[in-house]
């Protein structure tokens, strides 16, 4: 929705909050301002207007009374609610946004009243008579936060591209060793050394610039009652009755996956409306294998939309990639983040809000690491005695992934099968500070992947590859009240394989997608490495460049890899493309 700036102490300036707001002009170009609240403290916003897009609703916004302002990036999904409770209270409200209901809730309940709100945000509030400054995150890091602090300055900014260029930071290249095995940096960090991330759900008020301490939203409380198929049902329909709402155009990535398409589905089928919806198309000979264009294509004869694919080959991967890699403000070792990118600029002249499915997978276990993890929980002894041996003989790749990762100790066997390959044990311990010890043991890999791989992967992809275009991603499988559902849920019958998912698109006669088996959302890089083609061939060139000019300031595996990426394409193929995008990021920056 909005980008959001705010520099306070000695580094504080009008040029200085300026490099920032002119350095993420994408996220909010429909509206921008900066201010000084005092002296020593910036402010900077990016608007996108996507409620209430009139100019009442513009940020900074103030409280009538002059002693408060709110910038902020995000949507509350509950907003009504909480402006019927303070309309009670005796506010008078001047605008139908859910700013202007922020921004007053602050100022009553203070970080307290973040608890009950429903939604994405990142948000800096300013309070004028006591001189402080409340900062939080989401609870699923939908919309992102960095900052940057020494004794002297603290830097706050929706990317990191700004900070670092008032910072002049350098690349962190300690960061490659965690983003060969997980697609990311460690969690917390950036590639920029002096930038760090604000990570989810965190909350902060911060009365001097350079010492604050941290407190946590918590997740929502769990469901009132026992939850089942039908209060699944009943939930989803009503959560998509509010993210489906926007005073602007709203569209639909669309998969032909299990997600994407229940979302639509109940949306169509409640509403009769068909909206816009896109779905990336490859080439002919990769359909079998890459099926979301010809699934979606049978879904909408059911469920009409305005359907649109996007054709994506390789000459069309390398007229974009250089755009596509400029925007990349963090590098994400995942090709989702083109597509998503590809999307965005073809939707851009049509809606200004996108739907994904994100969140479902993490949540209701649709990932195949899942399915192996289970597998080795109910027969941990078999598979502990005898992975060693099978991990040995010549098995398929993803069978091969599983037996050489198995541990006796369940949470290495999980950060295993989360990796690309089993991480430098030296990693492990930053990684499993995140498990919930509260959780049973599968749903603490769930609870996991929802606190890491979708923070740092998935939403991070879909934020930074919308917002190039202007455009605001949302995720209904995130709202509060599924989280509520999902938190009271303790069987890992219901927990694994997305069984309600299926259950209600069975219900829909959309067995087709509810059986369609679990594929990655990505290019055909296998196959385009493998035939050795133009895309093959900037990949490899780029590599040995990088190698050879970094090669004292890489990790062994990754100076390997990038040394001879031809002779282990089968293997790696995953990996050959993660480092491909770094180091071509890496290059962007240091020119």
Not at 404 to 411: H, K, M, N, V
Request: glycine share 6%.
């Amino acid at each position: 929705m909005c980008g959001i700036h705010l520099i306070w102490g000695k580094g504080a300036n009008k040029e200085a909050i300026e490099t920032l707001v002119k350095s993420s002009r994408h996220r909010g170009p429909d509206q921008e301002a900066i201010f000084s609240p005092w002296l020593g403290l910036w402010i900077g916003v990016n608007r996108l207007k996507i409620l209430h897009p009139g100019p009442d609703a513009d940020q900074p916004f103030w409280s009538p009374d002059g002693t408060s302002l709110l910038i902020w990036n995000g949507e509350i999904y509950n907003f009504k609610e909480h402006r019927r409770f303070l309309e009670k209270m005796g506010v008078n409200f001047i605008t139908q946004s859910d700013t202007e209901v922020l921004l007053h809730y602050l100022k009553y309940f203070g970080s307290e009243g973040l608890k009950k709100l429903n939604g994405m945000f990142s948000l800096i509030y300013v309070d004028l008579l006591q001189k402080s400054v409340l900062v939080a995150r989401d609870r699923n890091g939908e919309k992102p936060l960095f900052f940057s602090q020494n004794p002297d300055t603290l830097i706050i900014s929706s990317e990191t591209k700004g900070i670092a260029q008032l910072n002049q930071s350098e690349i962190d290249f300690e960061q490659i060793h965690p983003y060969y095995y997980f697609r990311n940096p460690s969690p917390g960090k950036t590639f920029f050394k002096s930038i760090r991330e604000w990570k989810p759900a965190r909350v902060s008020s911060i009365s001097q610039h350079s010492t604050f301490r941290w407190d946590t939203i918590p997740l929502p409380k769990k469901a009132n009652s026992k939850p089942s198929f039908s209060s699944f049902k009943e939930t989803l329909g009503e959560i998509i009755s509010n993210q489906f709402h926007a005073d602007v155009p709203l569209g639909m990535m669309l998969s032909g996956g299990a997600d994407s398409s229940l979302l639509y589905a109940t949306w169509y089928r409640e509403t009769g409306t068909p909206l816009p919806a896109y779905t990336i198309q490859v080439e002919k000979k990769y359909r079998k294998k890459y099926a979301d264009g010809d699934f979606a294509q049978k879904f909408v004869k059911s469920f009409p939309a305005k359907h649109e694919l996007i054709e994506v080959d390789q000459t069309v991967f390398l007229e974009n990639w250089d755009e596509y890699i400029q925007s990349a403000d963090q590098p994400i070792g995942d090709s989702a983040g083109f597509l998503t990118w590809m999307i965005g600029k073809k939707a851009k002249d049509e809606v200004k809000v996108l739907v994904s499915g994100a969140g479902a997978d993490e949540l209701w276990g649709g990932y195949r690491r899942h399915e192996a993890f289970q597998e080795y929980l109910n027969r941990k002894d078999f598979w502990v005695k005898w992975a060693p041996l099978l991990s040995q003989l010549p098995l398929g790749r993803e069978l091969k992934k599983m037996t050489t990762g198995i541990d006796s100790d369940p949470r290495k066997t999980m950060l295993n099968f989360s990796a690309l390959e089993n991480p430098d044990p030296e990693l492990l311990e930053d990684y499993s500070r995140i498990f919930n010890p509260k959780y049973p043991e599968f749903k603490q890999f769930l609870d996991f992947d929802r606190q890491f791989y979708l923070v740092e992967d998935i939403l991070k992809v879909q934020d930074n590859a919308l917002m190039a275009h202007g455009i605001e991603g949302r995720s209904p499988y995130l709202d509060s009240e599924m989280l509520a559902i999902w938190k009271a849920v303790d069987s890992n019958e219901l927990l694994l394989g997305k069984v309600w998912i299926k259950e209600a698109l069975s219900e829909m006669g959309l067995n087709l997608m509810a059986e369609r088996k679990k594929f990655g959302f990505g290019l055909p890089l296998q196959e385009w490495l493998s035939e050795n083609g133009p895309v093959a061939k900037r990949i490899f060139s780029t590599l040995t460049e990088f190698a050879k000019k970094h090669q004292n300031s890489l990790p062994a595996p990754t100076l390997s890899l990038c040394l001879k990426p031809e002779s282990k394409v089968k293997s790696h193929f995953l990996t050959i493309f993660n480092l491909f995008l770094l180091a071509e990021w890496i290059q962007l920056q240091q020119r």
